[in-house]
């Protein structure tokens, strides 16, 4: 790749192809010019070289060492020399400007020399970290991933993929909670940061979003202080000068041994003391990028196309300054959300977790399942079904004619997804009845066939990951034998789906097209909607947890249960009067329970069919329906925006869970019940005390409906996917660092004193907040409006009071110094208020409704002053012919100024409402 300056490739260093030629004045590479290779095909170039360099690492980790040093001490000299030509410029320049710029670049050293001041020729700031690694510099390395000017520049150079391989590379050899903190932060600041990307604002959103973490760690370091006796102190301090210690060695021992060492021949520190290292580390960083972000506007002029014809200095002119919270107001890292996961390009409908808990898989609408890896958030692999395969004949067809998607490029979305327990094979199913494995750890597409002659809508794998079932929309289920799979990802690389050479899908290892491959069909499950031919789609599946039950529901309303060992139908249920859409084995037993949308759920015998128990209660259709993995607990979700937990012996409804203000899709409990968290149309995730009935948290995030939710093992992380296209990862052992005191919702209005002491604002939650700027502190917090959305937010000249309108014209006074509120007009009943304007002197207020009357009252009593128009005048003589759109009071409140459809402006006397003048 060449880019202007020097060149330099991974081959070529590798194979001595770069020469230097190092003079007194100039830095000459000597190039290898290769035209059309472009970053892709590098990037993978070193993707597929790394294998090969770590085998080289092992067996002369010297020589490797030396070689990563070499690399590195050629950027060096490369900055040496373009320092060298800085400065005979500008001795040939002369001027007091000139000398001042070349005594500071005199007094520059040589050893000074940071990689982030390394000239980048399209290779070095890529390859940086690995390089870094290689020679043991992981504590320069560590200084870039926390450094927002690299993370800004390098993001928007190459990619968000490529920065979160640094800090993979570090994080795999240190377990450095401050990195961990800023990547944290770094991710939930892509979204705004790759929007605007003509504006650095990396450092700020950093900032902002580790203000809490700092905050708390400056807390508790001022409560060690005050709490701590010397001696203590002294011991606090050996650890932390012991970590230091030990991060050195690791250093060294990774000089030594080669990248990806972690090395170090002493004790591990405590968690105790890496969080004492941590909070230390994070309050002198917040501090040092705070006084940054204050001190200007930006720091990093980007090289965005619109800002290069500026010299650095008109480009910090030209860009605008940042606001900065005295509060922790934008989503904290380190809180109850710990990343997004962003990539599909559709609604996400099913997500699932490794049992290690390593990894997520998400399927979306897109066609595609992702890979994520849970401790960093990167996409690890993408299994997109090759667009050749959507056009092949599906087995059974007399004509040899492609399925429903053959020929159509637009994808088709996929409808569920399973992972094998031990985690090497995934199981994705679509709406054209196609169900594909993959392999984990190549990303592969080992088999695809056509499971149903329709939307494939049930998905489920037994304990053993030996057999699966599938249910379809063409009244079947079926039994299948999974192949025997490779229990790890590689995260090396991240690829495609494509099919191996010997694969039997690929028409060039069959010529027959057959689909004879590893996943077997071994029985299907016929016998739903044998009564009326428009019922029978098999809606959910669900396996005993020792394999040799399963169970399938449908829209026949009846339920069956199959012994899979046997190959038999054992049970038909029948007891619903709806759809049958959920089904769930209860513990280790053979009971199961099942969901309906007759407004019930149902307890089962397996082997007898006897219904056990009818759980009543809910008023709406039943969604989905969980059980506790012990046995205990039977949670439904329902579209009446509640859930209820049941007791799984006597099937008594033990609480209900309200709170959503939308239906709930689905639900997902710990294993020994005592929470669960559900999702809901209202966009939002809610964990819940199965117990008291409490909600814990509400986990916000999402821009639409929440659709699926799963949680790891322990229960500590939560996963939710919705149409939003994302995939928010929770933290549900972490506190909730978000502040308590703002609006539920969209800010409508703010107003500030004119001395500046004090603001007020008014939210859609209905709550008039006062605060006080200087400290950023919530003083006061009144819910005036809980009956109408709040409209308008006026402040008189004085800055005394502020009045807050509503659409039930109720009109409310604030005191802009106590905060304590008092009401004007009460709420009437009628036509709702259009517009409320307040005079500057706080003496008058104008009401306009919707049906065009306006009239104008006494605040400081409430009385109706005059009528300036009332319903029905349509009188183009005395009042406006047509509908009004705003009215104004003057500053004194004595005349009113109304504006209409009519084309005109009338004045008005404000005490007893006649008309003075008509503006045309």
């Known amino acids: 790749m060449q880019h202007g300056g020097v060149y330099c490739s991974a081959d070529c260093l590798q194979q001595g192809a770069l020469h230097w030629s190092f003079g007194c004045r100039v830095l000459q590479p000597a190039r290898q010019d290769l035209h059309g290779c472009d970053l892709a095909r590098q990037q993978s170039m070193w993707i597929h070289r790394h294998d090969a360099m770590s085998c080289l690492q092992a067996d002369h980790p010297t020589k490797v060492s030396e070689w990563h040093s070499a690399v590195l001490n050629i ?27 070349l ?12 990689p982030s001041q390394f000239i980048n020729d399209g290779y070095i700031w890529l390859a940086m970290t690995h390089h870094l690694m290689g020679a043991g510099l992981t504590d320069q390395v560590r200084a870039l991933l926390i450094d927002p000017s690299w993370l800004e520049v390098k993001l928007h150079c190459y990619g968000v993929a490529a920065v979160v391989d640094d800090f993979r590379t570090y994080l795999q050899v240190n377990n450095d909670l401050t990195v961990k903190a800023v990547l944290q932060a770094f991710q939930m600041s892509l979204s705004c940061c790759m929007e605007r ?3 650095p604002m990396m450092r700020h959103q950093l900032v902002l979003r580790l203000m809490a973490a700092a905050q708390a760690s400056a807390a508790a370091d001022a409560d060690t202080r005050d709490s701590s006796e010397v001696g203590s102190a002294r011991e606090s301090d050996s650890n932390i000068r012991r970590i230091s210690s030990q991060r050195s060695q690791r250093a060294n021992s990774s000089s030594d041994s080669g990248a990806g060492a972690v090395g170090g021949s002493g004790p591990s520190p405590s968690h105790k003391q890496l969080h004492q290292q941590y909070q230390l580390e994070m309050r002198d960083w917040f501090s040092m990028q705070y006084k940054q972000c204050r001190a200007s506007a930006s720091l990093l002029p980007l090289p965005g196309s619109q800002l290069l014809a500026y010299t650095p200095d008109q480009q910090q002119q030209q860009l605008p300054p940042h606001l900065m919270c005295y509060t922790p107001s934008l989503r904290q890292a380190g809180g109850l959300h710990r990343m997004a996961l962003r990539g599909h390009l559709g609604p996400i409908r099913s997500v699932v977790i490794t049992r290690d808990g390593k990894d997520v898989l998400t399927a979306s609408d897109d066609g595609g399942v992702q890979v994520w890896d849970m401790d960093i958030g990167d996409c690890i692999l993408q299994l997109q079904v090759p667009q050749q395969l959507t056009a092949q004949p599906f087995p059974g067809s007399p004509t040899g004619l492609p399925g429903a998607g053959g020929g159509n490029k637009s994808p088709v979305p996929l409808t569920a997804l399973a992972v094998t327990a031990d985690g090497g094979c995934c199981l994705s199913g679509d709406a054209e009845g196609w169900l594909n494995c993959w392999n984990l750890k190549t990303g592969q597409l080992v088999h695809r066939v056509r499971a149903h002659r329709g939307r ?8 053993s990951g030996s057999r699966c079932i599938t249910g379809g929309q063409d009244r079947t289920a079926k039994l299948w034998s999974l192949p025997a799979a490779t229990p790890s990802i590689n995260r090396s690389m991240s690829l495609q789906g494509v099919l191996p050479a010997a694969s039997p899908l690929n028409p060039a290892a069959t010529a027959s097209g057959s689909l004879i491959g590893i996943l077997q069909l071994e029985f299907e499950l016929t016998g739903h909607g044998l009564e009326h031919a428009d019922t029978g789609a098999v809606l959910d599946v669900a396996i005993s947890s020792d394999g040799v039950l399963g169970v399938t529901v449908s829209d026949d309303m009846k339920v069956k249960v199959w012994d899979l060992d046997q190959q038999m139908c054992v049970q038909t249920c029948r007891g619903h009067s709806g759809w049958v859409v959920s089904a769930q084995f209860i513990g280790n037993t053979h009971n199961f329970v099942t969901a309906s949308h007759d407004e019930t759920a149902q307890a089962w015998d397996a082997w007898t069919g006897e219904c056990l128990g009818t759980l009543i209660g809910h008023s709406g259709r039943l969604n989905a329906v969980q059980a506790s993995a012990d046995g205990r ?34 639900v997902a409990l710990l294993r020994n019940g005592r929470q669960c968290v559900t999702v809901s149309g209202d966009g939002t995730a809610r964990v819940w005390d199965t117990n008291s009935g409490k909600c814990l948290q509400i986990l916000e995030g999402h821009s639409g409906d929440v659709t699926c939710v799963v949680l790891t093992n322990r229960g500590r992380f939560a996963v939710t996917g919705s149409v939003d296209g994302t995939a928010q990862v929770w933290d549900l052992s972490a506190q909730d660092v978000s502040s308590l005191n703002v609006h539920q919702g969209k800010v409508i209005s703010v107003v500030a004193c004119p001395d500046g002491s004090h603001a007020a604002s008014v939210g859609a939650d209905g709550c008039i907040r006062l605060w006080d700027l200087l400290t950023g502190r919530c003083i006061s917090t009144t819910t005036a409006h809980a009956s109408a959305v709040p409209q308008c937010l006026h402040l008189v000249k004085d800055g005394s009071r502020a009045f807050s309108g509503a659409g039930d014209r109720r009109l409310v006074s604030l005191d802009m110094q106590t905060g304590i509120p008092s009401v004007c007009l009460p709420a009437k009943q009628g036509s709702r208020t259009r517009f409320i304007h307040v005079s500057a002197d706080g003496s008058a207020a104008v009401v306009l409704l919707f049906d065009s009357s306006m009239a104008v009252y006494d605040t400081a009593s409430g009385e109706l002053r005059c009528h300036l128009m ?16 705003a009215v104004y009071l003057t500053a004194d409140g004595s005349r009113a100024v109304s504006v209409s459809k009519d084309y005109t402006a009338r004045v008005w006397d404000s005490f007893n409402g006649a008309c003075l003048m008509v503006l045309k």
């Open 633 to 666: 607990v039977i949670v439904t979700v329902s579209d009446d925006m509640t859930a209820r937990v049941w007791e799984s012996m006597d099937f008594t409804c033990i609480g209900v869970l309200t709170g959503h203000t939308g239906w709930i899709n689905n």
């Open 75 to 101: 950027y060096r000299k490369q900055v040496i020399a373009t320092r060298y030509l800085q400065q005979q410029k500008l001795l040939q320049q002369g001027g007091a400007a000139a000398a001042a710029a």
């Open 456 to 463: 494939l809508n049930a998905l489920e794998v037994d304990s």
């Open 103 to 114: 005594a500071m670049l005199t007094g520059l050293q040589d050893d000074e020399i940071l």
């Open 870 to 885: 009332q319903r029905g005048d349509r009188d183009a003589q005395r009042v406006h012919s047509g509908g009004v759109n």
């Open 197 to 199: 990307s003509h504006l």
